[in-house]
């Protein structure tokens, strides 16, 4: 039932996307050859000033192929560091 939803499908689609090994050794070699490729902004905005979550959000990041980019986080909560337009978060 679940792959007939347009959200299965899309899960599908994005599955049978993923580079292989060798493919992403050319990826990199690409990105290594245009300082990283392009930079992405990402903002998250974190009402409940929750740690744990915003933490799972960034190990996703890092997990991932992309990693050009730096991240905003709008937070109620107390920053557990302070810092500089240099790093990724802020």
Do not use: Y
């Amino acid at each position: 039932l679940f792959e007939n939803m347009p959200s299965g499908r899309l899960l599908n689609w994005l599955d049978a996307r993923n580079p292989d090994a060798k493919q992403l050794k050319v990826i990199e070699a690409q990105l290594r050859k245009r300082n990283g490729g392009p930079q992405f902004g990402i903002m998250l905005l974190d009402l409940d000033a929750d740690m744990v979550k915003l933490q799972a959000t960034f190990d996703s990041l890092v997990a991932g192929n992309c990693k050009a980019f730096k991240v905003v986080v709008f937070t109620t909560g107390d920053l557990p560091a302070t810092t500089t337009p240099h790093d990724t978060v802020h």
